[in-house]
């Protein structure tokens, strides 16, 4: 159905300074645009930070919680279907006109349906002009990196997190050991319980309040594990499969 999520569409990273961040992101390889912004061929990675000359409720909510991923992002065909979709599922959900310059020329237009009520904050996004954004000037990673291939969360309990994951993407869940697993046509999202984070990902900073998205797994070239503030980021080489 149009109206399901499809996708792994991009993931937002808060961070306190954002000068600072794009640095450490350079450092470990990645080429942030002047945005923020880590393009990858499938998906991407955003880092948000706060504007003084903008005050924002939103990121001053989730950088209460820590630096750290806040915001995911579900590719959907038709967010008008969506939103419809999230209505009858008992949201409150309508449909948000969005456009900025492309950072690579033309102008990119998108559609989103987010959701404001908790943390993390889930949307689902209608792109109208993607060649704006995933443009091929843009997507070339210098260490590899090729495509978001995961998001991992986690919540005590994992059942409460993942089914309403599942009701917001209109996708059914699959238990998978300490948790669940939403798959999507590309991508998929990995809900763990702490116990199993710790096992799964040893090296993952402590969560502090709960639900939280903590890891993100991408597909490259060759294996690389990366630690930012609230995040940890695993680079799988092809053929690895993903931890769990």
Known sequence: ??????AL??????????AAAREAWREAGFAPTPGGRIMLRHGYIELLARDATKPSATLAAM?????????????????DAAAARLARAGF????????RPGEAGGVARFRRVPLADALPRLQLIE?????????PALLDQPNGALALDEVVAVAAPP??????????????????????????DRGAVR???????????????????????????LRGKAAR???????????????????G
């Open 127 to 135: 792109h109208a002009t993607p060649e704006a954004v995933w443009h």
């Open 92 to 99: 409150a959900a309508e449909v948000v006109e969005n456009s």
């Open 1 to 6: 159905m149009s109206g399901t999520a499809s």
């Open 159 to 184: 059942a409460g997190f993942a089914a309403r994951l599942s009701r917001v993407a209109g996708r059914g869940l699959a238990p998978v050991g300490g948790g669940f697993l939403l798959p999507l």
């Open 191 to 217: 809900v763990l319980s702490p116990e199993a984070l710790s096992r799964q990902w040893p090296g993952a900073a402590p969560p502090g309040k709960l639900p939280r998205l903590t890891a993100l797994v």
């Open 9 to 18: 569409d991009h993931v937002g990273v808060v961070v306190r300074d954002a």
């Open 225 to 243: 594990t990366f630690h930012f503030p609230g995040l940890e980021l695993r680079i799988l080489a092809p053929g690895e499969a993903a931890p």
């Open 63 to 79: 950088l209460a919680q820590g630096d750290g991923a806040h915001v995911l992002s579900l590719r959907v065909a038709d967010a």
